[in-house]
């Protein structure tokens, strides 16, 4: 696992009156242990990765209050987990990664929201949208939408994270209704302090179980319990919803405080961007540090619904009120304007005609927003001249750093860590490519999919996570040769064995598969999976990803060590050109090189601190011998392989060289072997803690070279 939280988990026991310090994602499960959860679930994605960690590692503690956790298979197994409130008062909360985990748990999520629940019922989601994501840019507000579930967004602190765990519940429960709780990037990462509570055990756990089950048809999603469902979604549900958002004062009113205040306009933001908005402010001198503004702000921890009267409320008396909404489509700006305007308002609405339409909001975007805003506004007293300088400022220092830096700053894509198992594969691609030409390749979502990016640009599409097999269906049958499609072992188990390999083996495709089995879904962590080698205490069981294929009849499976370039070259030689037909997979085996190396530098580290003797491996190159051609850095992108001037002063051209970052994988000797490229690698042996006879061997290979350096000399001297 890429962190372990034992000693923070400790935190989660705190009781009331005490205070919490910590990090957001541990704010949030402690929010949960104090709201009477009865089952947790999940499954691991960036930005939320580290709750399903946090979790895992206070298993002790939720054991204790009778807790039910569980890593689940894929999101919309966590998504199904929630069916337990459907019948019985027990709340239940799970997590995952949004868009994207919400696409895969969509349908159980539209069942949910239609059956709706009597205990509450939680989503928590890492909405990953903006300049630090890593998938499709698009929002978990339509989600909420389409299938009428309230969307919670709070102010990225962790009073108000706490606060709106604590209130999803409550709203689920007063309408019936699953509630999503959408944290950014820098929420589930901030860290601050809030006044704990007592932890409570749920009344129905697995300590004090169900003894009697129910059955209900009206919650059953068939005809005609769904016509009623709709009906209560519209008469009960959203004004219980409405009613208790109003009742409770969710979200938020910051009114103009202090001298030369503004109350003709006002801002109304989701709770997600309030630092933002008032970072921006605070530049402009409208607000300081703790939020006190001079221009009101209403802030809408809740996104969806939202509360009329509120709203109009807020908007009474002021000229114009500026809507900050993050993305594309304008839901919230298209919903006030239809409540500004039903209610006879004359307050001018701006959002998006001074934002930009998509993309994340950054400071330098706020300020500029807020410039032209102000300059819209032009009975405003604010000096416009003022943001204006400010953003004259960052331009100019823009260029100013290109300016100095003399060429322009050169894109840095992500790339696979140095060692990574997953690199040899696509070295051994590229080279099959340029014996038999262009192969079509169906990528997938993993580490893997950095195989997209340079040195290796291979893979055309990425569908989905385990969708790379599924990806060939259509186009594998108008190509003249086989496709290659890409699954790492984490995207096996999530969706891959049924959607790809079962599917495969069904319609008798005759394509090939190349599974990276790594270990561990290590995109997200290094979180375990079934077929992981080293799984929980809590999980002895591994399954067997080969075993799993012959189970459902692919009988061409070829196991090829990762890093063995050779062989996984002439493997996918075999698969491309056999008259076999049928599906044909390669196990590219090799595990995480992150978390192999976490296993071992402890290890190593308490060998040396014994004064046990301890070999690692070097490699190196000669710099007499390379040609400078860097043919070798072009097929593997090793971040460990790079430049440096050559030390022959007859030569102008750098040589390739290996920096101390090398982990040892012996990957640059095997593209030079397997490409056939010059023989300048070398392979070491680095002994600490040398043994007698190591210093003996040592000394005695020393001497020969010595000895033979010198007759090398004597030969040419006498030659001239």
Known sequence: MERSFKSEVKALSLGAGQEFHGEGILAVTKALLQSGVSYI???????????????????????????????????????????????????????????????????????????????????????????????????????????????????????????????????????????????RIRACHVHGHFVAKDNRA???????????????????????????????????????????????????????DGEGTFNDVGFIVPGGLYNGLIRGLQTLGLADPFGKTKIPIYVLNVVYPLVPDEIVQFCKGKKAVLMVEEGQPNYIEDSLNSILRRSGAATKLFGKDVFPMAGEYTGEIFLKAIARFFREVETLN????????????????????????????????????????????????????????????????????????PPFNIGSTVLGYGLGLASSSGVGPLLSQRTISIMGDGGFWHNGFTSGVVNAVYNRQDSILVILQNGYTSATGTQAIPSSPSQPASKPLTLDIEKALRGVGVSWIRKVPSYQVDDMVNVLREAMTTKDDGLKVILADGECQLERQRRQKPRVAEQLKQGDRVVRTKFGIDDAVCTGDHSCIRLSGCPSLTIKNNPNPLRTDPVATVNQGCVGCGLCGENAHAATLCPSFYKAEVIQNPSSWDRIISSLRTSVINVLAGKNKTHQGATS
Not at 153 to 176: C, H, T, Y
């Open 41 to 183: 679930g999940g499954y691991q994605g960036a930005p939320v990765s580290h709750l399903i960690d946090v979790l895992g590692d206070a298993k002790g503690l939720l054991d204790g209050l009778g807790i039910y956790f569980e890593a689940n298979a894929s999101e919309a197994g966590a998504a199904a987990m929630l069916g337990a409130s459907i019948n019985y008062p027990v709340r239940g909360a799970v997590t995952w990664k949004s868009t994207v985990g919400t696409n895969v748990a969509s349908d159980a999520l539209s069942n949910l929201a239609s059956a709706g629940v009597k205990g509450g019922a939680l989503i928590i989601l890492g909405e990953d949208y903006g300049e630090g994501s890593s998938i499709i840019q698009e929002r978990t507000h339509a989600f909420a939408m389409k299938s009428q579930m309230w969307l919670m967004d709070p102010r990225p602190n962790l009073n108000s994270i706490v606060n709106a765990v604590e209130k999803s519940f409550e709203l689920s429960e007063a309408s019936q209704t699953p509630v999503m709780l959408q944290l």
């Open 382 to 453: 604010v000096d416009i001249e003022l943001a204006e300088s400010f953003y004259k400022e960052i331009e100019e220092g823009k260029a100013h750093s290109a300016e100095l830096l003399g060429v322009p700053v050169p894109n840095r894509p992500p790339g696979f860590c140095i060692g990574c198992p997953e690199r040899p594969v696509f070295a051994a691609i590229k080279l099959i490519q340029k014996e038999l030409g262009q192969i079509h390749v169906n990528a997938d979502i993993g580490c893997h999919t950095f195989g997209t990016l």
């Open 202 to 256: 749920p009344v129905i756990s697995t300590r004090n179980g169900i003894d009697q089950p129910t059955f209900d048809y009206a919650r059953i999603n068939l005809p005609p319990s769904i016509y009623e469902h709709e009906r209560q979604k519209v008469e009960q549900r959203w004004p219980a919803a409405v009613k208790y958002l109003q009742d409770n004062c969710v979200n938020e009113i910051f009114q103009a």
